[in-house]
């Protein structure tokens, strides 16, 4: 069984650009996570999907992310315009759909962001 | 809200020797889940061990071991006979049992454990 991807693993972009992650979770995973974690910092919870319905964004840190995740599979998250401070490792977990019991999030490898 | 503390930024152990890692946590619920998440220099981030709050019996998988004080609000990982493969950032996590909380996991800051051969 394949694990979670994500696409790219690096990207170093300019202040002001824009860039898109991309995750593919595990296939029949319906709740697909994203994660970021800022240099020295705790891995801090960004949004959560059900399917193709976003359940919560609350850690969504401006409007200038925007994640999406087409018919309930992949998911991308847009950075637009990218800051400084977006710079960090964007991890996606994935978890199949049930009760606290057996939901148990897979990650993956995730995505370093660098804003020069 | 939740707070998960790793007080420990860095640990290093002896091959096959026996080393704990430190995590607490702050929290007023009583029903929650408690993750150790391993994540070698490649990246990809594993799960090591969960322990579930309502459970007295202090989880194992293998060589590695939790001790459990939820007075306490402590969760230390035990890693035994350590390997050259166990050196990694280690994470510690607390997940909520409540649908309310989307399942989401709130991590400590992580403790990079050495493995000296």
């Known amino acids: 069984e394949a694990g979670v991807t994500q696409f790219p693993s690096h990207s170093v972009i300019e202040k002001g650009q824009t860039v898109t992650l991309r995750c593919d979770p595990i296939s029949g995973h319906d709740n697909l996570y994203w994660y970021r974690r800022v240099m020295g910092k705790e891995i801090k919870f960004l949004l959560h999907f059900v399917k193709e319905s976003k359940q919560d964004e609350s850690g969504m840190p401006n409007n200038r992310f925007l994640a999406e995740r087409t018919g309930g599979t992949y998911s991308t998250l847009k950075v637009q315009p990218a800051e400084l401070e977006d710079s960090g490792v964007y991890f996606c977990?994935?978890?199949?759909?049930?009760?606290?019991?057996?939901?148990?999030?897979?990650f993956g490898p995730g995505t370093r962001l660098t804003v020069l | 809200a939740q707070t998960v503390t790793q007080s420990q930024p860095e640990m290093s152990v002896q091959e096959a020797e026996t080393v704990t890692l430190s995590c607490t946590y702050d929290?007023?619920?009583?029903?929650?889940?408690l993750f150790w998440y391993k994540q070698p220099p490649s990246r990809q981030m594993i799960l090591v061990i969960r322990q579930e709050a309502y459970k007295q019996q202090n989880a194992t998988e293998n060589r590695f071991s939790v001790n459990f004080q939820k007075a306490a609000k402590s969760f230390s990982l035990k890693i035994s006979d350590s390997q050259l493969g166990d050196a990694a950032m280690y994470f510690c996590a607390y997940r909520s049992a409540f649908p309310s909380s989307n399942y989401k996991l709130t991590f400590g800051k992580g403790t990079l454990l050495t493995v000296n051969p």
């Open positions: 929290t007023s619920e009583s029903d929650y889940y």
């Open positions: 977990a994935s978890s199949q759909r049930g009760g606290p019991r057996t939901d148990t999030q897979y």
